[in-house]
DNA sequence: GGTAAGAAGTTGTATTGACAACTACTGGGT
DNA sequence: ACCCAGTAGTTGTCAATACAACTTCTTACC
């Protein structure tokens, strides 16, 4: 007499448990080895590197919280920080007086560029040197799309580690 | 003259793209769905699991840590909430006075049996029913040793979500 | 059997982040 | 010209979690 409940069999518990895991894990593991090698917590690498990208290597507050998929107030503080380790400027707008962009400086593009190795060799010894070609192509397929619905706005800044390609 | 860094290929910057976000972005996707239909948290749901699956409902404070890869102070603090609902209760071990059993109440394994399909829904709705058998088989495949490199203890407890399967 | 080293668990303190409230500014409608 | 609805950004307040310090208890060793 119970009604059905929704199951998962052992595949896919298999998948879904080794997801959960690491996206409790891995965000620790990136801020450990940025931290202790680079002085600076994931999300600021994020933030940096998206800058780094943009095309004058600054952005409108606005359109890097969207980027890096943060609210502003957690951007702010962390702009706010950034700015007094003289890691980034904050510049008011011409046009609009209610806009700040936030451009990286000299010493911030230094500090990125110092941080980029250490952390791309995690990556790799962590994850991509333990898949083949196969697997890389089927996780990207699978979680491309997993992050569009995942995204309420749609518009995650996947850019921000495209400076790690070559 | 600039020495090597290492490289990634567009291949390895789109899976370990769509990797860091998802782990960004899908623990809050949990607890919203957890914390809108049922009133708690991705982290509780998975404390009760766990408890759930023990022999006798219970675990001591030091195993159910282990098992949920939880710092004691952070479990200590989410059982005190626990308990203060009633979900869970604290019993003192009998052979050893420091120890602490952590026992899944009545109306704490209700209000899980009650939360489990809502979630499930939602693993299935974001995740699952996404990917076809190859997929998942390549996902498992990818991640399970990632998580295993990734616990500094290698004892994350695999069993957490076990119950949802058949 | 007394003591010291260490384990289990809790509590103090600081940091981080979320949501909400606030300030400052813009632009449209009249 | 003025008001008002809406936008950009910052700050207030609170919950969550990490690390460290603390309490209590156990066990190994002499």
Same mark, same amino acid.
Request: aromatic share 4%; glycine share 8%; no cysteine.
């Given at each position: 007499m119970?009604?059905?409940?929704?199951?998962?069999?052992?595949?896919?518990s298999?998948? #879904?448990?080794?997801?959960? #895991?690491t996206? $409790?894990?891995?965000?620790?593991?990136l =801020?450990a080895q940025?931290?202790a090698?680079?002085?600076m917590?994931?999300?600021e690498?994020i933030? %940096?590197?998206t %800058?780094?990208?943009a095309?004058?290597?600054?952005?409108q507050?606005k359109?890097?919280?969207?980027?890096?998929n943060?609210?502003?107030?957690r951007l702010s503080?962390?702009?706010?920080?950034l700015a007094t380790?003289?890691?980034? $400027?904050?510049?008011?707008g011409? =046009?609009?007086?209610?806009v700040?962009?936030? &451009?990286l400086?000299?010493?911030g593009?230094?500090?990125l560029?110092?941080?980029?190795p250490?952390h791309i060799a995690?990556?790799?010894r962590?994850v991509i =040197?333990r %898949?083949?070609?196969?697997?890389?192509e089927v996780l990207?397929?699978?979680l $491309? /799309?997993l992050?569009g619905r995942?995204? /309420? &706005?749609n518009?995650?800044g996947?850019?921000?580690?495209?400076?790690?390609? $070559?």
């Amino acid at each position: 007499m119970s009604y059905q409940v929704p199951r998962m069999n052992e595949l896919e518990s298999r998948a #879904w448990l080794s997801l959960v #895991w690491t996206a $409790e894990l891995l965000p620790a593991a990136l =801020d450990a080895q940025l931290q202790a090698e680079s002085g600076m917590t994931h999300f600021e690498f994020i933030v %940096l590197s998206t %800058l780094r990208q943009a095309d004058d290597g600054a952005l409108q507050t606005k359109d890097l919280a969207a980027a890096v998929n943060s609210t502003m107030p957690r951007l702010s503080r962390v702009v706010g920080k950034l700015a007094t380790r003289g890691l980034v $400027e904050r510049i008011g707008g011409q =046009d609009d007086a209610r806009v700040i962009n936030v &451009h990286l400086t000299g010493a911030g593009r230094r500090a990125l560029v110092r941080a980029v190795p250490g952390h791309i060799a995690l990556v790799k010894r962590l994850v991509i =040197d333990r %898949l083949d070609a196969q697997q890389l192509e089927v996780l990207a397929g699978a979680l $491309e /799309p997993l992050v569009g619905r995942l995204d /309420p &706005h749609n518009r995650v800044g996947f850019a921000a580690v495209q400076h790690m390609a $070559e």
